[in-house]
Every structure is written in structure tokens, then in C-alpha cells.
């Protein structure tokens, strides 16, 4: 059993990002204190010695958005070979009957795939909020806590159900002062303003489409009256550009910077549909992007302008998105998407295996508006990913970074969050993750 008042020499690993530290980290507490430079010893006092000889060490990835209950709803039959809007409204009325247990389960669910995967810090987007979830982040919270991820969860909201002109059905929708009371309990409840904070909560209005500008606006208040972030879905379809200039006779960005939310506080899903000119300004606000390239494939949605929006000045981070447009949670296996998708807008020189694990780490670590996590550097939280070369498509591999993304790493083989191994020899601590997966088979068959 690992004592966290150690001091760890994480020892030589086979392949790391950051040449500082080929000869390994030292971990104390939560923080890294110390790079080893290669064929050198560490000048702390070192209690423990793990050799990373076999394992190539990266940054904990850092996930910026997701909908962990949709992990009920992966490979859906009403869904299937839908793009968004269609899409959405087949899955509403069946996410309308999600209940307290199917949100523990379902969280457990996505943050044990995301940790397999190298993941330790996770956004989740959860806007459902049907009568009887009212403790959803709640439970989220909990869940978190017990499996070690890092998390910030953002408190949804849906205002504008069908009656007032939006999309989703009225029995989904809340009234905006539930809304903004809840995300104010949510804040004095959990949020944590400090460097190594584990849970963070954020505000997000679902998209355009589903709530009111008063909300939108009222939320941006909030925000800033807290310090917490702001975050939605925007510009994800041509269906959405064409709902905005008929319900807001704006673009998506012009509606946005109406509602005070073109500021550093925000950080948007998807990003696809911007113009050169919106482009600009969302980088001159500094804007984030959280880019999720699974999902804009299956829905058909489109390609972000990654290099375009990060030349303007915004920061672009990675996001699986909900597990009913992915269809999965994994994390590394997300960056080797964004390799493949972007290089066939940017080219090959551009979009490197180094890139696409800058845009999982740093990257996604900037739009959660954090610079405590994200790199492996002296003072940072000791978050970091270990994977082995020993599975079958590896066999033969020349360059062991560069393999981890073009042969397809899938799982980690040990994962530390905050200084604390969470992941060992491929399986999570403490965790009896079959029972898990048949809870969530009996529950996603309640739901179908
Ligand atoms: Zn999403």
C-alpha cells in the first residue's frame, strides 16, 4: 500500500513528452518536486523507487467535455445513423426517464473508462435534471470522490423546452430560477477555488437551442459574481447557425458575445461553424475550444479549425463528448482520432502525435482555466499516465511516443491522480468493475 507521505522517484520511463525528465519525476504529496535528467539520480531524499522502464509516461489527459450518463445510451437503436438534431430529439424522451441510480452508475461508469484510459481530470456536462434528479451533481460529486478523478462538473440547464420554441420536451426543461438557485447551492457546496482542487463546478446552459437568453445571460452573472467557469455547446451544426438567425436573427458567436459570454471564463463543445472574422474574436477573447472528434465524425457534424482557433489565441483542448455520439469514453484513444481527423484539414507536418497530446494535456487544461495541471513540470500536481508496449499492436513499434497514438494504445497500465496511484496493472484500486458493468447493463435495459 502506497504511504502518501513518500517521497516516489518514478524511475527512467521508456518515453516521455518532456526530455527534462527522462530520467524520471519525483513525486511528493500531490505535486511533482523534481525532474530527473537522464542518467542522473534525483538530489531528494527518496523513500520509493517505481521503475517505468516498460511505460511510456505522459500527463494525466484531461477531458473537456462529456456526458457520463449517456454511457446508457451508447449505440442507441432509435439513434443510429442520425446527425444531431434528429439525433437529440430520438434520445430526449428516453433521457427524460433517467433516475438517481442511473446517474451513480453511469458515473462510475465513464469515470472508470476514462481513468483505464489515462484519463485524471474530467469535465461532464450534465443538463438533466427531470423531476427526482435533482441531486445529479450530487451524486456525480460523490462518485468522483470515491474513484479519485479529478472532476469539473458543470450544473446544466435546459430552459426552452418545445412550448417556448426550443428542442427538447417540456418534461426536461427547468424553470430559470431553480436553475440559477441550484447552480448557486452547487458552487457554495463544492467548488474549490484552490491550486489541486478535485472538484470544480462550473455553469453550463445546454446549447443555443435549449435555453432562454435570460438564462444565458443570468448564468454569465453568476459566474463572475463566483469566479467559476461558463460552458456550452456552440457553432456543432449548420442546423444550429440556422436556428439562431431565425430565433435570434444572430450567428451563434454574435449571439454568444450578446449575452457577455466572449471572455476567458468560457470554454465551448465542438467549435466547427465559425467564419474567419468569428474566428478572430473568439481567439481575441480567449475563448476555449474543447475539441471532440469522435462525435463530429459519427454525427456528421463537421471538422474544428483547431489550428486556426489556437493561432487566433484560443486554447484547444480534447473532449470525448457523451457516450451516445462516440460511442465510448476512451480517452487515448480520442487523441489518435483528433490526429486522424485534423491532419486531413491541416496535413501531416502540422498535426503531430506530440500536438494532439499537447491539445489533451495543456490544451484541455487551459480551457478548464487551470495551470496546475496538464504538464509534467516542478510544482504541478503529480497527474500523470503510464502506458506499456506490450499488446499486440505495438509489436514492431519503432518510436514509443509516436506509437502510443499511430498503432492505437486503448487502456493504461497505471494512472496517478493527485500523487495516489488510482490505476495498477491495468486495473482501478479498489473498484469491482464487472459488478459495476452489470448494473449498468440491467439499468440500460431499464431505459431502452
Ligand atoms: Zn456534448
Redesign the pocket.
Known amino acids: 500500500m502506497q504511504n502518501p507521505n513518500n517521497t516516489l522517484w518514478i524511475k527512467s520511463p521508456l518515453a516521455t513528452l518532456n526530455l527534462a525528465c527522462a530520467g524520471g519525476v519525483v513525486v511528493r504529496g500531490n505535486t511533482i518536486v523534481e525532474l530527473v535528467a537522464e542518467g542522473n539520480t534525483p538530489n531528494s531524499q527518496i523513500d520509493e523507487t517505481f521503475d517505468a522502464s516498460q511505460h511510456v509516461m505522459l500527463p494525466g489527459l484531461i477531458n473537456a ?3 457520463f450518463y449517456q454511457t446508457l445510451t451508447r449505440a442507441h437503436p432509435v439513434a443510429l445513423n442520425k446527425e444531431l438534431f434528429s439525433w437529440l430529439t430520438s434520445l430526449y424522451p428516453v433521457w427524460a426517464k433517467l433516475q438517481p441510480e442511473m446517474v451513480d452508475v453511469s458515473t462510475q461508469i465513464a469515470l472508470s473508462e476514462l481513468l483505464l484510459s489515462g484519463c485524471t481530470t474530467a469535465n461532464d ?1 450534465h443538463y438533466l435534471f427531470p423531476r427526482g434528479l435533482e441531486q445529479a451533481i450530487d451524486i456525480q460529486v460523490e462518485q468522483s470522490r470515491k474513484l479519485g478523478v479529478r472532476v469539473h462538473l458543470t450544473r446544466g440547464s435546459m430552459s426552452l423546452g418545445k412550448d417556448q420554441g426550443g428542442l427538447p420536451p417540456q418534461s426536461t426543461v427547468q424553470s430559470e430560477d431553480t436553475i440559477l438557485t441550484d447552480s448557486e447551492r452547487l458552487i457554495h457546496r463544492y467548488h474549490d477555488h484552490a491550486d489541486g482542487a478535485m472538484v470544480r463546478v462550473a455553469l453550463a446552459p445546454c446549447s443555443p437551442f435549449s435555453v432562454s437568453t435570460d438564462l444565458m445571460k443570468a448564468s454569465a452573472q453568476l459566474a463572475e459574481q463566483h469566479d467559476v467557469q461558463l460552458h456550452t ?1 456552440l457553432a456543432e451544426t449548420h442546423d444550429e447557425t440556422e436556428f439562431c438567425l431565425k430565433m435570434f436573427g444572430q450567428r451563434p458567436v454574435d449571439y454568444l458575445e450578446s449575452v457577455g459570454w466572449l471572455n476567458k471564463r468560457t470554454w465551448l ?2 467549435g466547427i461553424h465559425f467564419n474567419d472574422e468569428e474566428i478572430l474574436r473568439l481567439g481575441k477573447a480567449g475563448v476555449g475550444i474543447a475539441h ?1 472528434p469522435s ?1 463530429n465524425m459519427l454525427l456528421a457534424s463537421g471538422q474544428c479549425p483547431t489550428l486556426d482557433l489556437e493561432a487566433a489565441g484560443s486554447p484547444v483542448g480534447i ?1 470525448v ?2 457516450s451516445a ?1 462516440n460511442d465510448g469514453s476512451n480517452m487515448i484513444m480520442e487523441v489518435r482520432q483528433a490526429l486522424l481527423l485534423q491532419r486531413l484539414r491541416y496535413g501531416a507536418s502540422r498535426i503531430t502525435h506530440q500536438k494532439v497530446i499537447d491539445w489533451a494535456t495543456r490544451g484541455s487544461a487551459a480551457c478548464l482555466g487551470r495551470d496546475d495541471i496538464g504538464e509534467i513540470t516542478v510544482g504541478k500536481q503529480a497527474d500523470l499516465a503510464f502506458f506499456r508496449l506490450n499488446e499486440i499492436q505495438f509489436a514492431g513499434a519503432g518510436d514509443p511516443l509516436a506509437a502510443l497514438i499511430l498503432c492505437g494504445a486503448q487502456r493504461a497500465d497505471r494512472v496517478m491522480v493527485a500523487g495516489r496511484w488510482r490505476v495498477a496493472d491495468g486495473c482501478i484500486e479498489g473498484l469491482d468493475i464487472e459488478a459495476l458493468k452489470a448494473r449498468q447493463r440491467e439499468l440500460a435495459a431499464q431505459l431502452r
Open positions: 467535455h462529456h456526458h456536462h455547446h463543445a465542438h471532440c462525435s473532449g463528448d457523451g455520439s
